[in-house]
């Protein structure tokens, strides 16, 4: 297949999988510290040199969607949002051909302001993260007081047409478990399509535990009252199984849905369509890999697009067939949500 001029040999791996969905880390820093990602204080940054420029980010996303035939670009963290250049990065990756599909998992810090100018640059949606309605909740589980912040976000967010804006909402034991029906609520009333994303160990702390993880089926028992409907249309290669909400219409007027992400008890690794960058330059082919492998300095190098391209596919093809949490050997990454991107 020829693009643009150049060939796309695809991201394969052994397992028959392709590659087609980037998620991009712009940044490992946060201005929250969510209990199951960060420390409360503690974790050292990555050193400025060390982060991809703009320029660097901008140039492999080309390279992924010109030569790898990569479709859809997630900017993800740390939190997308401090990246001072997050609006030229996305108004360069919308101008590529093909245009991939564009989009952004926030916290939603700051959306208010940016989610008119991030969509005039190209955006085309968001997913934003909520795990409480409760702002002192809030503030146990972030250690940040900016409860008000995010919804002003979420609200910007459908304002600028960033639709169907999505929430994700991990829940955990005794902290907010007895909410996941009041969040749903939320999220018919505002037209907002929720995901629920079970615990996974990739906290800094090392502190996840399958026995007080909060699972699908758990999930899916509390929203029980709303009488859950199994989805029409085919999961694909999406992570989140829908369901459909009987009585309700989302804001497009379509059914509303409500997903559930099992990554742990219900892996979907079978069907994953993903290749992840890091804000350093590492390409890593599962949010679980131990190993990661090195554009920056390929890049910093003078390599040529081609030797990128290739280097990219090596590193894809020995993505293994699935995460191995159940497995004894299983290893937690020594990268932590935030510095991997979620
Ligand atoms: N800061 C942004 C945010 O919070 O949306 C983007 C990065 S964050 C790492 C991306 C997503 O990963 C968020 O929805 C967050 O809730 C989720 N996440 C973080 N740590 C997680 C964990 N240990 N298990 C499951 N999801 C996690
Ligand atoms: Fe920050 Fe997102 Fe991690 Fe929370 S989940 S600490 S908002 S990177």
């Known amino acids: ?9 695809p991201l394969a791996d052994r397992f028959g999988r392709v590659a087609t969905d980037l998620r991009v880390s ?7 510290r969510c209990t199951y990602c960060m420390p409360e204080e503690g974790l050292a940054w990555l050193p400025r040199p060390e982060l991809l420029t703009d320029d660097e980010v901008i140039r492999l996303i080309r390279v992924a969607v010109e030569r790898l035939g ?15 250049g997050l609006t030229s990065i996305v108004q360069a990756a919308a101008a590529l051909s093909p245009r991939p599909t564009l989009m952004l998992t926030t916290n939603g810090i ?17 997913n934003v993260s909520l795990d409480t309605l409760d702002p002192e909740r809030f503030q146990a589980l972030t250690r940040r007081d900016r409860h008000a912040d995010v919804l002003r976000g979420l609200a910007a967010a459908a304002t600028a047409g960033l639709t169907p804006v999505k929430i994700n ?19 018919l009333d505002h037209g907002y399509q929720l995901r629920f994303i079970e615990q996974m160990p990739l906290d800094a702390q090392h502190r996840w535990d399958r026995h007080t993880m909060v699972t699908a089926d758990e999930i899916l028992a509390s929203l029980a009252p709303y009488g ?3 989805d029409v249309v085919s999961r694909g290669t999406s992570p989140a199984e829908t369901w459909l909400v009987p009585g309700h219409l989302d804001a497009a007027g379509e059914p509303a849905r409500v997903g559930v992400i099992g990554s742990v008890t219900r892996p979907f ?17 599962c949010l679980f890999a ?42 937690q990454p020594a990268r932590p949500m935030s510095a991997i991107g979620g």
């Open 269 to 285: 690794c079978g069907d994953c369509d993903r290749t992840r960058l890091t804000a350093d330059g590492q390409v890593r082919n």
């Open 1 to 9: 297949m020829e693009i643009g001029g150049s060939t796309v040999i």
């Open 70 to 84: 990569v479709r859809e670009v997630r900017f993800t963290g740390g939190e997308p949002l401090l990246r001072r």
């Open 290 to 331: 131990t190993e990661e492998s090195d554009l920056r300095k390929l890049l910093r190098d003078d390599a040529h697009d081609d030797e990128l391209a290739e280097a990219w596919r090596v590193a894809m093809s020995g993505k293994r067939a699935g995460h191995g949490i159940d497995d004894p050997t299983f290893l």
């Open 169 to 187: 909402t991990v829940l955990m034991r005794d902290i907010n478990d007895d909410e996941a029906p009041a969040l749903l609520r939320f999220a």
């Open 228 to 230: 859950l409907q199994p």
């Open 110 to 126: 700051g959306l208010e302001r940016l989610a008119a100018p991030l969509r005039d640059a190209g955006l085309d949606r968001v």
């Open 26 to 32: 712009l940044t490992d820093r946060c201005n929250l």
